[in-house]
């Protein structure tokens, strides 16, 4: 049973740059979920998709933005890219049946830098 | 004020010892809470659910009290692999689908 995937792993990109970050969620799973994390921090919520609609956004700027594919798998792209978006980029993946009942399953991340 | 607060730590306990970790929230309507653990440049992992009448996993317990809007979890017998940082979950509640995560309680278990 594949857990949340997400690619790529790490990534570097320059000021003003735009970037994707993919996401598959567990299998089963129609909910993605995307959040920030900071070192030193928790992760901060982005937005949440479910039936290729963003469902919930938490206080992120336009310049985040995302989509969801018929398979459920999602991407988070972030426009004219900022040194403080480096961070740990993480996807969380649930059933919309359960809601947050079992709470969400992480991938691994992505960590991006911005030089 | 923090949607979830907890204290940042670390703690630094000897092996064996028993070790406790608080939370507050701030939205009355929450209905789903949980810990977290998160090992160094790694992902959360579901660690426990909480619900009000407590629960224990092994060396592990978690209660609620929604009158205090407070959750703790309590280590017993900590080992080595119990280093880690523990997030404090909470829904947003009212119908919302996002969970809110604390900054997070650093653990250091020394030999």
């Known amino acids: 049973d594949a857990g949340v995937t997400q690619s790529p792993t790490h990534l570097i990109k320059t000021r003003g740059q735009q970037v994707t970050l993919r996401c598959s969620p567990k299998s089963g799973h129609d909910t993605v979920s995307w959040y920030q994390q900071a070192l030193g921090q928790g992760p901060q919520f982005i937005f949440q998709?479910?039936?290729?609609?963003?469902?919930q956004r938490g206080n992120f700027p336009d310049r985040f933005s995302g989509h969801q594919f018929p398979n459920y798998s999602s991407e988070l792209n972030v426009n004219a890219l900022l040194l403080g978006d480096s961070a740990l980029y993480l996807c969380a993946s649930s059933a919309r049946i359960t809601g947050t009942d079992y709470g969400y399953t992480f991938g691994s991340g992505t960590r991006l830098t911005v030089v | 004020r923090k949607e979830v607060e907890q204290d940042p730590g670390p703690f630094n306990v000897p092996e064996g010892a028993t070790v406790a970790f608080n939370c507050t929230y701030s939205?009355?309507?929450?209905?789903?809470f949980f810990w977290y653990r998160q090992d160094c440049r790694k992902e959360p992992k579901l660690l426990m659910s909480v619900y009000s009448s407590g629960n224990e996993d092994g060396r592990f317990t978690a209660q609620l009290n929604r009158a205090s809007q407070y959750i703790s979890l309590l280590i017993r017998d900590s080992k080595l692999s119990d280093s880690a940082t523990y997030l404090c979950?909470?829904?947003?509640?009212?119908?919302?689908?996002?969970?809110?995560f604390g900054s997070g309680t650093r653990l250091l278990v020394r030999p």
């Open positions: 998709y479910y039936e290729e609609e963003e469902r």
């Open positions: 939205n009355s309507a929450s209905q789903s």
């Open positions: 979950v909470v829904n947003k509640g009212d119908s919302s689908y996002k969970l809110i």
